[in-house]
């Protein structure tokens, strides 16, 4: 799903309104149909609403939805901000179908609202691009100090779609968002968590012709499309034409990494995994993973000489950054020609040392977290920043990246981001990350192509995730249960 920027959202209702064609009015009117159906699956029991209404085309969707409530039989307080003599021709449409409504020109005219009762915001759209002030930054931050549940129509009314927020920002803090048919890229950053909330999306009928017409460098993966990615099986497949994969890892007292990135992969459904280790973790290596092949490094207690293999290779969970792997590293990548991936203490390694950047294989694979990241691209002011840097280094250095967190960004080398829209917030775990490599790394070596080979790791690592927090009805799980969970997450992907 592509992530559209403000302007395009507002192309995309001109485009619908006179291609479709259907009146503004008639395409508001659908679009609050669809909030309301979301609404009435989240609120299935009748409560006191107060909604919220500017006076621009978000208010017009604030008074069809306040309408369609009252008609089907629900309490609902309506409150319009703003001067109503220059609202929107929709808006003034929508307000002269209601019976009555209160306006609110200055503090005295704020409600009191009952604890346990639902507030609406459709102040502002997704067309803002000033920081709110005046009487609707007061509204505003009284109807977030209520002890209501609070829900935004398309966006919280503040918060800009596409740009970051001005420092000391007032801007609607709502428990859900229902956005109307494309999520907006501030839902993805982390600076914005409080300013949406869970959020939900909702089909009003844009026109899906002239969404595929427009370009973008962000997308929402979704899993049909993910789906479609999975490697599959033929009846004369063997152990030898399913993926070989060497997996560069572990050091003296962080050989558990080494072992869940081997596991991980062969749930991924590699066919063979060679561990390239120093001779300190042979016993836990051939005790821990029975089915994986050991080759021993020279190095007693860390990595000396990375072999050269025509295997796909990950490399770097728990290798250290001592000045011998350095060196074996350096060494490694000037023979490599194929991607590789790279975790971990390898970016750590990259990052230290910039001059190894360069010989990294086009098309390779990292796997950062935020820490990892910034020290190989440096500081960013703000969360849209960040995003500039991570397609700016992958496309510099031909490189595929993940910026691992919620939502984790999977960029490609030609710029595009792909938000993931599994996983949550158990994934903050020890080892994590060093089953996330494995499982890239199965893929690579199924023959996956480098992009769709991180895409589809991504995914199934959130979506493991889930699982195991929905099976084990537990907030919290441990690294290897991501891993037990693999085989159940695939099968739910590879489900229509």
Known sequence: MKVLNAAQIREADQYTIAHEPIASIDLMERASQAFLVKFLGLHPTKQPVFIFCGTGNNGGDGLAISRLLLERGWSIQIFVIGDVDKGSSDFVDNLKRLNSHHEITDIGDFPSIPEGSIIIDAIFGSGLTR??????????????????????????????????????????????????????????????????????NVDIGLSEDFIASVDSSFYLSEK??????????????HKGSVGRLMIVAGSEGKMGAAVLCA?????????????????????????????AMVSLDSGESQIELIPTTEDAIAIGPGIGTDSSTLNAL???????????????????????????????????????????????????????????????????????????????????????????????????????????????????????????????????????????????????????DIIDFMPKAIASLARD
Request: with cysteine; glycine share 8%.
């Open 131 to 200: 920081p709110v002030q005046g009487l609707q930054a007061e509204l505003i931050t009284f109807l977030n100090d209520q002890n209501s549940q609070r829900i935004a129509v398309d966006i919280a009314s503040g918060l800009y779609s596409d740009q970051p927020l001005s420092k000391g920002s007032v801007v609607f803090e709502p428990d859900f968002t229902i956005s109307f048919h494309v999520p907006k890229l501030a839902f993805f950053q982390p600076q914005s968590k409080k300013y949406v909330g869970q959020w939900r």
């Open 263 to 291: 596991r991980a992969a062969f749930k991924a459904g590699v066919g063979l995994v060679n561990v390239h280790s120093p001779r300190c973790g042979i016993e836990i290596l051939q005790i821990s993973i029975p089915e």
């Open 330 to 480: 350096s060494y490694f990548l000037k023979a490599q020609e194929d991607p590789i991936v790279v975790d971990a203490d390898g970016i750590n390694l990259i990052s230290a040392n910039p001059n190894l950047v360069d010989l990294l294989p086009k098309e390779s694979i990292l796997t950062p977290h935020p820490g990892e990241f910034k020290r190989l691209v440096g500081e960013w002011g703000d969360d849209f920043e960040k995003l500039e840097k991570l397609r700016s280094y992958c496309m510099k250095y031909e490189l595929n990246i993940v910026l691992k967190g919620a939502y984790s960004a999977v960029c490609s080398s030609s710029g595009g981001i792909h938000f993931n829209s599994t996983g949550n917030p158990s994934l903050a775990t020890a080892g994590s990350g060093d089953v996330l490599t494995g499982i890239t790394g199965a893929f690579l070596a199924q023959g996956i192509k480098p992009f769709d080979a991180l895409r589809l790791a991504v995914f199934l690592h959130g979506l493991a995730g889930d699982e195991a927090v929905r099976s084990l009805e537990s907030p919290w799980i441990q690294a290897s």
């Open 224 to 237: 049909r499309e993910i789906q479609r990615l999975l490697p599959s099986r033929s009846t004369f497949d």
